[in-house]
């Protein structure tokens, strides 16, 4: 009974790539939350998936930034063209759809992108 | 709109000790609160969460928080710190609102430190 499982676990990317980060949600969970950690910070809110469809972005940086969760595989954060200020820690939560009386995430372990 | 401010950025007990992490909240609605502990290159644990119910909610590893509507607080205790509660903690909350309850808002972290 896997938990929610993201990959991969650490990232180096160079200036100007691309990083793509995985997320597989727990069985039966068809919702998918993103959340980005930079240094000595909480963590922020970037988007909120269902299969196929993406239902709140807010968090989302206007550029470069983008995020899927097909009915297939796993939830993909792309980041093309990266920049030194990416560099931080991303994880990835999943849960049945919420209802009132939110009961908290499971969260997987997160991947810590570094930008040289 | 919420917010969480968490008042202590560094706590430092000795082992056996008591433990006490401050949280405060602000919510428009009636909120959901929760603590996650995160060690050291590690992801998210949820410890306890308040959903409306008992104030006084118990967690995981001897942890408890009380919630405390006309303080707008939700202190985290434990009565005796062991060596390996050492870790970052963060308050969390949630509006309870339908329509957007799924956004967590995170505090900025304390990290408890144990000293032997």
């Known amino acids: 009974n896997a938990g929610v499982m993201q990959n991969p676990r650490h990232l180096v990317r160079r200036r100007g790539q691309e990083a793509r980060l995985r997320c597989s949600p727990m069985?039966?969970?068809?919702?998918v939350y993103w959340y980005r950690q930079l240094p000595e910070e909480g963590l922020k809110f970037m988007v909120y998936l269902q299969k196929e469809n993406i239902i709140d972005e807010s968090g989302m940086p206007k550029e470069r930034f983008s995020a899927e969760f097909p009915k297939e595989g796993p939830s993909i954060l792309r980041i093309q063209q990266v920049v030194r200020g990416d560099s931080a820690a991303y994880f990835c939560?999943?849960?049945?759809?919420?209802?009132?009386?939110?009961?908290?995430?499971?969260f997987g372990s997160g991947t810590r992108l570094t930008v040289v | 709109a919420q917010s969480v401010t968490q008042l202590d950025s560094h706590v430092s007990v000795s082992e056996g000790t008591p433990v006490l992490l401050r949280c405060n909240y602000s919510?428009?609605?009636?909120?959901?609160l929760f603590w996650y502990v995160q060690h050291p290159n590690k992801g998210l644990q949820l410890l306890l969460k308040y959903t409306s119910a008992a104030t006084l909610v118990k967690g995981i590893n001897g942890f408890e928080a009380e919630f405390k509507k006309s303080e707008t607080s939700f202190h985290l205790t434990k009565p005796s710190a062991h060596m390996s509660d050492a870790a970052e903690y963060f308050c969390?909350?949630?509006?309870?609102?339908?329509?957007?309850?799924?956004?967590?808002?995170f505090g900025k972290g304390t990290l408890l430190t144990v000293n032997p």
């Open positions: 969390v909350v949630s509006d309870s609102r339908g329509g957007s309850n799924y956004k967590l808002t």
């Open positions: 939560a999943s849960s049945p759809p919420p209802r009132v009386g939110h009961y908290g995430y499971t």
């Open positions: 919510s428009s609605y009636s909120p959901s």
């Open positions: 069985k039966g969970h068809s919702h």
